[in-house]
């Protein structure tokens, strides 16, 4: 049974940049069958998908933060990260981390950390 | 980007009750789509994926339809633990687009 379990401050000043990691465990990360993304929910509001990333390394940003964006994974330690530079209070928002099937025989793969509130705020 | 538009955005049933939540792309999607159901507090847990496939251990009162532009979750009979917020994903391309979700509350 795979877990995934998201790591980071809770606080993050106005203009700074937010980091958090999602480890993986209970299965190896490095796998064509699947793909690790982040999505995040504004307090109140919906889910938005914010990127994934691929094993072979390739990463795929939501246009509206793109220019803020980074998702990179480490394989050596299970982990795959986020970075989100330059935040305001409308990035306040539980993040969480999530597996996906990225093949038609791993459709079914779909695994989400339990999240994590991230605070803009000076 | 592929927009998706769920309706209705809220909904008051009963227990026993039927209820139908559609999804709406904007472009065809194929099947490329998945129904969440979202409590307080929790991440969302996938019901429905590949648009009409039950994923392991969910129950079989949820089912799921649709191909290309619409889609629909229904609930043949709801039950007190499946009042919560519903969300479809389509991951037919990027960027991934969730519809805006759907409460289901006790009438």
């Known amino acids: 049974q795979l877990q995934l379990q998201e790591s980071g401050p809770g606080l993050v000043k106005p203009s700074e940049t937010l980091s958090l990691t999602c480890t993986v465990s209970?299965?190896?990360?490095?796998?064509?069958?699947?793909?690790w993304g982040w999505i995040r929910q504004p307090p109140g509001k919906g889910l938005e998908w914010i990127g994934s990333?691929?094993?072979?390394?390739?990463?795929y940003y939501n246009p509206s933060l793109r220019s803020r964006l980074t998702i990179s994974v480490d394989t050596s330690k299970k982990q795959f990260s986020l970075r989100l530079s330059s935040v305001t209070a409308a990035d306040t928002a539980v993040y969480y981390c999530?597996?996906?099937?990225?093949?038609?025989?791993?459709?079914?793969?779909?695994?989400w950390g339990q999240g994590t509130l991230v605070i803009v705020s000076s | 980007d592929i927009q998706m538009t769920q309706s209705p955005s809220s909904l008051s049933a009963s227990v026993g009750d039927r209820v139908t939540i559609t999804c709406r792309a904007s472009?065809?999607?194929?099947?490329?789509l998945g129904w969440y159901q979202q409590k307080p507090g929790k991440a969302p847990k996938r019901l429905i994926y590949?648009?009409?496939s039950l994923q392991s251990g969910v129950p079989s009162r949820f089912s799921g339809r649709g191909s290309g532009t619409e889609f629909t979750l229904t609930i043949s009979s709801l039950q007190p633990e499946d009042f919560a917020t519903y969300y479809c994903?389509?991951?037919?391309?990027?960027?991934?687009?969730f519809g805006g979700g759907t409460k289901v509350e006790i009438k």
């Open positions: 999530a597996g996906f099937g990225a093949l038609v025989a791993a459709a079914s793969f779909d695994y």
């Open positions: 209970g299965d190896s990360i490095i796998s064509s069958s699947y793909y």
């Open positions: 990333i691929y094993d072979s390394g390739s990463t």
């Open positions: 472009q065809g999607i194929r099947n490329d």
């Open positions: 590949a648009a009409s």
């Open positions: 994903l389509q991951h037919n391309s990027y960027p991934l687009t």
